[in-house]
């Protein structure tokens, strides 16, 4: 016996890679549901071999659903997720409207599983920002063994991250380079994307960082451990999927390099590949379809006390958010609804 499925937003980037992988990591579905704004009603979407027809998310109703899986935004999701928790549906949402509830899990799953248990307060559990989930990936091991003092991390983040329109952005400008008759200005992003980088992501805040940087420290403190220090900066680059970090950690007890690789190698949900050899290293284009975090460039910072760097690199569109959305659904049935 399987679970009866819903993903809204199906039509999206993420929506879409949730329903991939959903069918790639054969999950026990007897029934899915795919859902979007009434204009998209009645377009169709695959589902392994299956083709859906998208319904309307305004008239479904959610009673007799198991999960549902959402990727509409924080302004959709404001409206829907209460619909269907209330019509007893968990949902997993990828947004960021309930990532700083405390009455509702953040969860990483390779991080903390146990936070699934907290889920029935509101009947949602909130997917982490796609920066936030890989790095975290790679800090949880490290902290368990050396306790992380505090994280300095600068992002290197693709297009996706912005959804459709920064992906069309980039491709758009990149042409019209080539093509000076055919401007394109920047529309989706704050400058000029193609053959540049961009310095802000999401709005400014009072103190100058901007939201995503935020993001970053608050999440890894829930998720974590709140006592770490995090401070970021986050940046938008010319690439279509795969975000990048360069993560430099602070630790209270040493950590040699050697013993942080093999502690990372025997981690779940991450990949090592780390030789000090022209592209013993992993890049964006290399992440992208993959499940993993992988991480390269493991070596001592000697200019602090304990000290320690990394290269961080994930598909954005998949362990940022699809794929982490999967895994805490197989958490949640695995630990709590047991079906399948």
Known sequence: MGYR???????????????????????????????ASRRSQGTEVTFGEKTLKVKDIDTFDFTGWDIALFAIGSEATK????????????????????????AVPLI????????VEGYAKKNIIANPNCSTAQMVVALKPLHDRATIRRVVVSTYQSVSGAGKAGMDELWDQ??????????????????????????????????????????????TKKIVDPKIKVTA??????????HSE?????????????????????????????????GGYITPVECVGDFATFVSRIRQDPTIDNGLNLWVVSDNLRKGAALNAVQIAELLGNRVLKKG
Request: net charge negative; with cysteine.
């Open 233 to 242: 900066t986050c940046v938008r680059v010319p690439v279509f999927v795969g």
């Open 79 to 102: 409206t829907y997720a209460p619909r269907a928790a209330k019509a007893g549906c968990v949902v997993i949402d990828n947004s960021s409207l309930y990532r700083y509830d405390p």
């Open 246 to 278: 360069a993560v430099n950690i602070e630790f209270e007890d040493h950590l040699d390099e050697d013993e942080a690789r093999e502690v990372l190698r025997t981690s779940p949900g991450i990949l090592v590949v780390d030789k000090r050899e022209d």
């Open 108 to 115: 990483v799953p390779e991080v903390n599983p146990d936070a």
């Open 174 to 219: 990149t042409k019209s380079i080539y093509n000076p008759t055919d401007d394109k200005p920047a529309a989706k992003f704050t400058k000029q994307i193609a053959f540049n980088v961009i310095p802000h992501i999401d709005v400014f805040m009072d103190g100058g960082d901007t939201k995503e940087e935020w993001k970053m420290v608050a999440e």
């Open 5 to 35: 499925i819903v993903v809204a937003g199906a039509t999206g980037n993420v929506g879409h890679e949730m329903l991939n992988i959903l069918a790639e990591r054969q999950f026990p579905v007897d029934e899915i549901a795919a859902l």
